[in-house]
């Protein structure tokens, strides 16, 4: 079992580090003026994209980790946060393959059945409703994780910061702001794969 954490840990490291560079790196790079259909065929959309379902997946691997080495001591809150994080977190890897797989073929072949797809409704909610979940379930995760000091309360309290922060710093300061955001909560994940991966874990410090 405590092999099976410490694989989690490092996936959880890596997909910490992935979000960061993804953002820092790549979303500038995405053109910013032309509509939709020419984003999504671009090559820096399909690299962007692709990583982004790479770090989604070893997010997935992370938060079971988390749920494992705090399961005794967590409860049943611990358990319904772990739930709500990884069904986020498979709706989200579904909606990076839908656009790297499916969408960006239809951005190429047919622009206007893009900007029709872009209009639907329960489309929309249901990519929305996949972040939604996903941001809820990291919320409750790092709490009952801070709760449990079973790992450094400091990354606990870095990644819930960090989900705050995306929404809260994108809308006064756009992209710069939402790029801050996230870097933050890969900061804050980095910090609890790497103490899943090395199996430290100090009770009581930190905030």
């Given at each position: ?83 709500l994080t990884f069904v986020g ?65 400091w990354a606990a309290v870095t ?14 300061l756009g992209l710069v702001g ?30």
């Amino acid at each position: 079992m405590n092999g099976l954490i410490r694989g989690c840990g490092r996936a959880l490291l890596l997909g910490g580090a992935a979000m960061i560079l993804i953002n820092v790196i790549a979303t500038p790079l995405l053109p910013r003026q032309q509509g939709s259909a020419f984003v999504m065929s671009s090559g820096i959309f399909l690299l962007r994209q692709s990583a982004s379902g790479v770090a989604a997946l070893l997010l997935l691997f992370g938060c079971l980790g988390l749920h494992l080495a705090q399961r005794t001591v967590s409860g049943r809150f611990g358990t319904l946060a772990f739930v709500l994080t990884f069904v986020g977190g498979a709706c989200l890897f579904a909606v990076e393959w839908a656009n790297v797989f499916v969408l960006r073929a239809v951005a190429q072949s047919s622009p206007e059945t893009l900007n029709a797809i872009d209009k639907n409704t329960i489309m929309n909610v249901g990519f929305a409703s996949a972040a939604g979940l996903l941001a809820v379930g990291w919320l409750l995760l790092s709490l009952s994780l801070w709760r449990s000091r079973v790992l450094p309360r400091w990354a606990a309290v870095t990644t819930f910061a960090g989900i705050l922060s995306i929404p809260a710093l994108q809308a006064p300061l756009g992209l710069v702001g939402g790029i801050a955001g996230n870097v933050i909560f890969g900061l804050g994940l980095m910090g609890l794969g790497r103490a899943l991966a090395t199996g430290s874990s100090p009770p009581g410090s930190g905030l």
